[in-house]
């Protein structure tokens, strides 16, 4: 069965830190990994999709990793913003699906 | 382009009460999935439509309907509402695996 783990469940840093959010999952046949963001109240933006054959993805500020082999993504954000200041969440399919297994999320608040 | 388009945003009922969540996406996207968010456990599928006219349980189904009515068109039902049903409901939609998910903003569900 998949499972997705996040560290850490919360994190705060002062504004302007690089930093870096864990996730993990337990079956690494996985076809690809997305990271979405969530604010307060509001919905889930897709931030990068990594497919299963690419090491990593960029977006401006924003480094996603992907390493299969040990069951292992990390989300790299440089130069932290208080306008990063969310809940980050990743995905995978289950087995060769389209539906989706969540990891719990790790809420980001990044202060001035 | 509005994307995924979920209403209503807000609703509070009454336990035994019956209400309808409507969806609706605009990208002609062949599969359409509705999630359950609550703290601590993260969103989990209740069910899901690879294509008009199917649809399939996903982990959390009991106490829901769904219609996939046509292909823009996902509706989840309750049926009689109870208070562990309260939660905030996304619908969301995606072409397949390789290109990932698009949500809607979420219901706020409140079952008294």
Request: neutral net charge.
């Amino acid at each position: 069965k998949q499972e997705v783990t996040q560290i850490p469940a919360a994190l705060s840093v002062p504004e302007g830190e690089n930093l870096v959010l864990n996730c993990s999952f337990t079956d690494s046949a996985i076809y690809n990994l997305q990271w979405f963001r969530q604010d307060p109240g509001k919905g889930l933006t897709s931030l990068l999709l990594i497919q299963s054959s690419q090491r990593e993805q960029t977006s401006g500020r924003l480094n996603a990793s992907l390493d299969k082999s040990s069951g292992r993504s990390t989300l790299y954000i440089a130069a932290s913003q208080p306008g990063d200041s969310a809940t980050y969440l990743c995905a995978v399919p289950l087995g060769n699906t389209d539906k989706l297994i969540f990891g719990t999320g790790t809420r980001l608040q990044v202060f001035p | 382009n509005a994307g995924v388009t979920q209403t209503p945003k807000f609703q509070v009922l009454k336990t035994g009460q019956s209400m309808t969540l409507q969806c609706a996406q605009d990208m002609n996207h062949n599969s359409m999935y509705w999630y359950r968010q609550d703290p601590g456990m993260g969103l989990r599928l209740i069910y899901y439509s690879a294509s008009e006219g199917t649809t399939d349980k996903g982990e959390v189904p009991n106490g829901y309907n769904v219609s996939r009515l046509n292909k823009r068109e996902f509706s989840l039902r309750l049926e009689s509402a109870a208070p562990s049903q309260t939660s905030v409901y996304f619908c969301a939609s995606s072409e397949s695996v390789s290109y990932g998910y698009t949500f809607g903003s979420g219901t706020r569900l409140t079952v008294v």
